[in-house]
């Protein structure tokens, strides 16, 4: 199952793809994650992507899609994916529309969770992501068990810097620009689900499961 989740930031993507990925065996693939961990590990990329990320912008196209393209051979990802966080622009969208019909394959369904710009200015001032294992929670709808501490793997929990009010504006306007024209590319191509984003997150699972089914 090649799955891609849409929406802005903050809508749950990460949340949502994490419970897919279990639930499916696949791989969840986030360039956000990506981008973090090379950041973490001082690689050019991601010395190069950092202040793209700190101003609330997107990574440019060119340093984007060759990634994804070469990580979409890796092995594990045979059987399909969730791809959280890309694509972000048209160009992106073609390029890997390009690169699946190159191996006669295509994307199964572009999952649109759906939450109102009201809303995400909460969700993102209460997002807190682990220093070690990149779980997700947020301090009032998803708290972790131990206040400040992963239920994971009991490591540090981190406001991310992008997450500041200032930043997240920033994001949603460059989201409307240029990543919500995502949703008319998908539809078009007869792969767009939509989901209300603003429900528990085990009500979205559910609603995503019945989708794709069981
Ligand atoms: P969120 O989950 O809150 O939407 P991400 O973790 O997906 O945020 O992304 C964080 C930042 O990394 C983005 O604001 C952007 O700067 C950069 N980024 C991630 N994926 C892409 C992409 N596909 N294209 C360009 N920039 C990206
Ligand atoms: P994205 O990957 O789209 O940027 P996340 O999955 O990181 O979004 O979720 C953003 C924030 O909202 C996190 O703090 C997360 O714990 C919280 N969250 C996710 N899903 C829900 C939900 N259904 N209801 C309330 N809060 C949620
Ligand atoms: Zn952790």
Request: aromatic share 6%.
């Amino acid at each position: 199952m090649k799955l891609i989740m849409l929406g802005a930031p903050g809508a749950g993507k990460g949340t949502q793809a994490k419970l897919i990925a279990d639930k499916y065996q696949i791989p969840h693939i986030s360039t956000g994650d990506i981008f973090r961990a090379n950041i973490k590990d001082g690689t050019e990329l991601g010395m190069k992507a950092k202040s793209y990320m700190d101003a609330g912008g997107l990574v440019p196209d060119e340093l984007v899609i060759d990634l994804v393209v070469d990580r979409l051979t890796w092995e594990d990802a045979k059987n399909g994916y969730v791809l959280d966080g890309f694509p972000r622009t048209i160009p992106q969208a073609e390029a890997l529309t390009k690169a699946l019909a190159e191996k006669g394959e295509k994307i199964d369904a572009a999952i649109d969770i759906d939450v109102p710009d009201e809303n995400i200015i909460n969700r993102m001032g209460g997002r807190r992501a682990c220093v070690a294992c990149g779980a997700t929670y947020h301090i009032v709808n998803i708290p972790p068990k131990v206040e400040g501490k992963c239920d994971k793997c009991g490591a540090d929990l981190i406001l991310r810097d992008d997450d500041k009010p200032e930043t997240v504006k920033n994001r949603l306007e460059v989201y409307h620009e240029q990543t919500q024209p995502l949703i008319d590319y998908y539809k078009a191509e007869g792969v767009l689900k939509e989901v209300d984003g603003t429900v528990d997150m085990n009500d979205v699972f559910n609603a995503i499961v019945q989708i794709l089914g069981a």
